[in-house]
């Protein structure tokens, strides 16, 4: 396992899990958390399509690829 030494201020935000642990900048965090807010939505919406049976490939909009190996 490789670490590499960050520094870290005292308006940092540390978040830790599972995972591992990642060190978001102070001036970053407002960006980051609306960023991941969008994505958490997308994501809804995806698996509420993906539960109705829509097609990943066509939600995706990959559907032309399965078209030219057929």
């Known amino acids: 396992m490789r670490f590499?030494?960050?520094r870290?201020?005292?308006?940092?935000?540390?978040?830790?899990d599972d995972d591992g642990v990642i060190v978001l900048p102070a001036g970053e965090c407002a960006r980051i958390f609306a960023a991941s807010e969008e994505r958490a939505a997308k994501e809804t919406v995806m698996m509420?399509?993906?539960e109705r049976s829509?097609?990943?490939l066509d939600l995706l909009g990959l559907s032309r690829?399965?078209?030219?190996?057929?």
């Open 4 to 6: 590499t030494g960050v």
């Open 8 to 16: 870290v201020a005292d308006s940092d935000f540390v978040v830790a």
């Open 48 to 50: 509420t399509k993906l």
């Open 54 to 56: 829509e097609n990943s």
């Open 65 to 70: 690829f399965r078209e030219a190996v057929r």
